[in-house]
């Protein structure tokens, strides 16, 4: 819907549908983890869990959650 609650229909391909997709999620509170198969999650659950414990450097700022 438009600013003036008017509907509109549209089909989306490519990296822009992933974007429209990515930043519904963020609306939503959809978090990627929560789309990957269980095999992918296991195979990624320590980088997982050293993300959750701030265990990780970046080059920008991060904001923790308190576990």
Known sequence: ???DFKKHDEIYEGI??????HEYDHIEGVLFVEKLKPLKK???QRKLNDIKLGKIKADYKIKFARV
């Open 1 to 3: 819907m438009d600013e």
């Open 16 to 21: 822009n549908a992933r974007v429209i997709q």
């Open 42 to 44: 296991k195979l990624i």
